[in-house]
């Protein structure tokens, strides 16, 4: 099969610097005629995976292999028409890479694109590519998604090969997608997701309540509207507290798990390899060199308990429902102290599937003040392709793009 | 805390050469009291992690941080006694190491103790230790459990922390660990596995056909008493069949499968470091670097397939069961083409609970030939608190090490 043409217009900075890496389709399938793009955090044999950082490349040889969930979208007929821009080491939510350029973010130039999946959510929102994949630690499809004003999954924990990825927090760590319409959402994860867990979420929508609240009162009211249409097809919502220590918790206990397990992926090169980093990265891995594990057990144990809590409500094909991010993607002029409280709020919410491995979707369901925002819904783990099939229903039903 | 006395008398050869690797308890709990081995694959800081490979060792630093799951279990009380001996980079089964020595199996010592976690499991079965972290992708904790006449758990893919351990292949990988009683192999997993997988396992036995047809008719007949006590607690088991493709489909889907993540995961560090490795290793790894992907996608569509009719199966609280290994440990004279037959029936049965992410405990329920066999029970994924439940059950209704 020749090489195809995959013209590469990246007037929004989406893609990696360097000439691009395509790939043809090795099959033909449920996504032929599909161009896609993945993260540079994914390997592609022949290729340095960058992950956004100079010194990591240079430090690191070309991928002897291609990770199996891009040899998979290559065999189900997709074609890769490039890598995208990512945070750096995908440790980051703004979207910014001072040493590839931060994407422009299509639904709002004015603002950041959100990350670290950055590159891969300005692409498909520019419409370079049908969809791309990212990877979610802790939000980093999902806070894009919502930016970009695109649908996007975090699966289930484990349930999309991590092999070829490079590692950021291996018990949060997951690999998702961008795309601009639902259908093509669910198509994707019929070729990547587990067999086996569709069509059975019949429990009640669950509003969480203290998602609902941490969101800005503008994001709340536009998504409530969204939410009262969904009642109309599933049943009234059912309010919910998952944690009475309230959101800003969650943040903590996430930041201390997150940053164990962060140091144990990359401590060794960084010491090492004694690189350099951007604007709040290297203060972040430096966060993460001394977090003691004294400070992170008490993050283990309340993942435990909220796992507990959780696990009971989504037990009868419940849906958790809440605003992906609490507020539309920070402007671009914001100061380093307004995108911590940004991060800090984002992370609050996001915790809740990422310390649970629960699969999560988002809908651009609303916008504020001319800027995207999505709104989630949130399965019982395992439940992806019902998710899936839920949120092409939701579409329908909201008139978003199906 | 003043660092405790553990005294290493290696007798079995189940700790790697070198100055021990011992660490103080972190805090008191449910393990206090308590020693264990971690598997030479899992990252102590200030140590090198050998993965069982001399030029591994060699061309990597020493770990910056120890992995969360060690932390964890030093944080609940217990005490860290050495790093124990693996197959190199985790990938085989027999538990041979031609560089540090084969540990002895203290429970057949004529026989392999088997691998790749084969250290752990005979410093448990020496009791050397209390308990023993393993790795497991292919069986590499449930067939030397099986082998050494112990308990032994693969828990439900991502449930337990895989940061800080060298992966071999991730959408298989898993960290499991050993003990000599029931009891504790479920005190483990209070400390280390999710919350809220409690307590609900109310469906039927499901014996699976295909993996008593497999096992040898003496292994067989051994679990089958077994069985029939676990039917006067549980009920009599239906008979199930998981696919008409045999058994041997099954080792050849996980071949490929794992053999693609293998080379995705290691390809690049044997590309340029072009290490030695015993035999065997080499030869695998080899196998692997010629997987084309084209040959792998059978396997993950296979993989999809098993998916979709197992779960049904155990969602409603069933539990599958068969024998962990189709025959003892082979015996330390048994040619490559004998240990390759035994591999390859093994792995036909790992790759049940393996390619589905699912939970699966080996209990010491029958000998032959003077041999311990284990019999396993898988349950649906998340529902490994509840299964360890069920295994002590099961271990006080056979008169089994509570």
Redesign the interface.
């Known amino acids: 099969m020749a090489e195809p043409i995959v013209p590469q217009d990246d007037s929004t900075g989406a893609f990696i610097p360097g000439p691009p890496v395509h790939r043809a389709p ?2 033909q399938g449920r996504l032929s005629g599909l161009r896609f793009a993945a993260k540079d955090l994914i ?1 592609v044999a022949g290729t340095v995976t960058s992950c956004g950082n100079p010194d990591w490349a240079q430090t ?9 969930v891009i ?2 979208l ?2 189900a007929g997709a074609a890769l028409a490039g890598k995208t821009k990512t945070v750096e080491l995908a440790f980051g939510l703004t979207g910014e890479n001072v040493w590839h350029g931060t994407p422009l973010n299509p639904a709002a130039p004015d603002r950041f694109p959100g990350g670290s999946s950055c590159g891969s959510a300005a692409a498909v929102a520019a419409g370079l590519v049908d969809f791309a994949l990212g990877t979610d630690t802790g939000g980093s499809v999902r806070i894009p998604a919502s930016y970009c004003g695109l649908f996007g999954i975090r699966p289930s ?2 349930a999309v ?4 990825i490079v ?1 950021l ?3 949060l760590d997951t690999c998702g997608w961008f795309t601009r319409g639902a259908a093509l959402l669910s198509g994707v994860g019929e070729v990547l997701l ?4 569709g069509g059975e979420l019949s429990g009640p929508l669950l509003r969480v309540e203290e998602a609902w609240i941490n969101a800005q009162p503008e994001v709340a009211e536009a998504l409530h509207r969204a939410l009262e249409k969904l009642e109309q097809m599933r049943g009234r919502a059912v309010g919910v507290r998952l944690a009475p220590e309230g959101i800003d918790s969650f943040y903590d206990h996430f930041r201390t ?1 997150q940053a ?2 962060v ?3 990359h ?2 090169w ?3 390899a004694n690189p350099r980093f951007g604007p709040g990265v290297g203060e972040r891995f430096a966060a993460a060199r001394a977090t003691d ?2 400070i ?2 008490p993050g ?1 144990a309340f ?10 409500l989504l037990a009868g094909g419940g849906v958790m429902i809440f605003p992906t991010s609490p507020c539309p993607a920070p402007l671009l002029t914001a100061s380093a102290v307004e995108q911590d409280i940004v991060r800090q709020a984002s992370i609050g919410v996001t915790t809740i599937a990422g310390f ?2 629960l699969p999560e979707v988002t809908l651009p369901a609303g916008r504020v003040g001319g800027a995207p925002i999505g709104l989630s819904l949130v399965a019982g ?2 439940h992806d392709r019902a998710l899936l099939a839920l949120a092409c229903d939701a579409a329908a039903v909201l008139g978003l793009p199906v």
Chains 1, 2 share one sequence.
């Open positions: 090795l099959g390997d690191h040889p070309k991928a002897a292999a291609t990770a199996p040899t998979t290559l065999q924990h484990g090969s991590l092999a070829g590692p927090a291996p018990s587990p067999g086996g867990g798990v164990e397990e140091w144990v992926s401590g060794g960084i010491g090492s594990p004294a992170a057990a283990r993942r435990r308990m909220l796992q507990a809590r959780i696990r009971p649970c491995g783990r395992g």
